[in-house]
């Protein structure tokens, strides 16, 4: 079978998309479906609104763009600032877009007017992660000048956490959002206004806090396509873990010894690790490697032991056993490996569960469509 390539159960992550967005709903909170670590791939979007889901966000354009090809209604949010080089293309495809800066917000105001389109806007608030924000003091002022952009409408507030700093939500930075809300309440209708808290990570709060204030929506990526939240990378109950498999095919099957010899410097990708001396073992290469997937982002079967990687080629020992040249092993991949793998053009997608047969292009340069039907 062609190889590398990655395993995509749609089932799983149409099962983790459903039971998420029931938690939360019944906390009153709506699930952003978020679609970046799949380059806006329909087949998976789909998955997300068979699952209840009725809003999806991604941080690319082009990503946007390509779900939109496919579906000219469901509402989507570009869920990072955009590029001012980019303002007409996102008010064509986004809805709603998060943003920080009066200067885009403006060149959205016109590229909208120009096409006869109202823009939705959400201010995004620093809470001290420190990626986007506006700063929490500035928040009202802006959120009055945005007001007054003819073809913008101001649909609410939102923060990310735990990205950039690893600074977790939690009562504090979310009270705050939720104060934060209240206080731009005059400017936004106050029951519609989206209070948008976060991504996977502010799950463990939203389902353990006593009180979710004015928080009304969550976007979540990773914590529907591999059933864990991302804090501890702990899997979350009911959830399936195994939705993606990366599976890759032996091209060498060798004893050698544990050790390298000759003067050691610099390897492809920097300081080569410290192998202690275990006599000869038994080392396998994998026709993959860091162009196509985060190495240290793999976990291998049991009985498998990752050694090493270059930029096409995964090094792996197998415990004292042979795998025969040209059989396959497959790993499960964190989110840093499934973002490279689903992105790379070298890495197949196989799909199952599909449940909608493509009329055109899903945008991936070298996904088939191919279902393994279930
Ligand atoms: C990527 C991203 C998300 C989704 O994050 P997950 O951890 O995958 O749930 C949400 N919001 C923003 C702004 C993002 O960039």
Known sequence: MIAPRLEIDLDKIRHNATVLAARLRARGVAVTGV?????????????????????????????????RRENATVPITLIRSPMLSQVDRVVAHADVSFNTELDVISALSTAARRTGRRHGVVLMVELGDLREGIMPGDLAEIARRTRRFPNIVLRGIGANLACQSGVSPDAGNMGELSRLADGVAETFCPRSGIVSGGNSSNLLWAFGAPDIGRINDLRLGESILLGQEPLHRRAIDGLYVDAFTLVAEVIEMKSKPSQPWGEIAQTAFGK?????????????????????????GLTPPAGIELL???????????????????????????YSALLRAMTSGSVTKIFSGDRKRLHAPCGLSCAEPQSSAA
Do not use: W
């Not at 679609?35 to 082009?62: H, N, P, Q, V």
């Not at 192998?275 to 985060?294: N, P, T, W, Y």
């Open 35 to 67: 679609t970046k670590a799949c380059m806006g791939d329909y087949r998976i979007a789909e998955a997300f609104l068979s699952a209840g889901i009725g809003t999806l966000g991604d941080s690319r354009i082009e990503n946007i763009e390509a779900i």
């Open 272 to 296: 080569p690790a410290f192998r202690e001396d275990r006599g000869d073992v038994l080392r396998a290469i994998l026709a993959v490697g860091h162009q196509d997937i985060d190495p240290a």
């Open 308 to 334: 090493g990687a270059s930029s096409d080629h995964l090094v792996c020992g197998t415990g004292g056993s042979r795998v025969a040249v040209g059989s396959e092993i497959a790993f499960q991949p964190n």
